[in-house]
Nanobody
Framework: QVQLVESGGGLVQAGGSLRLSCAAS????????LGWFRQAPGREREFVAAINWSGVNTYYADSVRGRFTISRDNAKNTVYLQMNSLKPEDTAVYYC?????????????????WGQGTQVTVSS
């Protein structure tokens, strides 16, 4: 069982930056693939970024590639999402997710464990 707790959300102006963190508790964190998803009001949850267990492989949605960076620190049981050049359309609740083996990093149903989410609001 893995428990995930996100932090770092907030209100930022367009063009600004935020860094989200997701702290995990439970065994074998370094074995888990991790993902970030987001959900805006009235919209489905969508993939943002993912990282494999070692941190060597990363995956991004086209809408954030080049602006967001996912990373992990297995010694701290934490995964990060650095968000730069934020846009109003990035406004959403951001969720961290984890699973031991992921066949398709882009699909929310692939993940077993989810955090409670953190709100990111980007003002124009």
């Amino acid at each position: 069982q893995v428990q995930l707790v996100e932090s770092g959300g907030g209100l930022v102006q367009a063009g600004g930056s935020l860094r989200l963190s997701c702290a995990a508790s439970g065994p074998s964190f370094s074995s888990y693939a991790l993902g970030w998803f987001r959900q805006a009001p009235g919209r489905e949850r969508e993939f943002v970024a993912a990282i494999n267990w070692s941190g060597v492989n990363t995956y991004y949605a086209d809408s954030v590639r080049g602006r967001f960076t996912i990373s992990r620190d297995n010694a701290k049981n934490t995964v990060y999402l650095q968000m730069n050049s934020l846009k109003p359309e990035d406004t959403a609740v951001y969720y961290c997710a984890a699973r031991l083996v992921v066949y398709n990093y882009y699909i929310a149903s692939e993940y077993d464990y989810w955090g409670q989410g953190t709100q990111v609001t980007v003002s124009s």
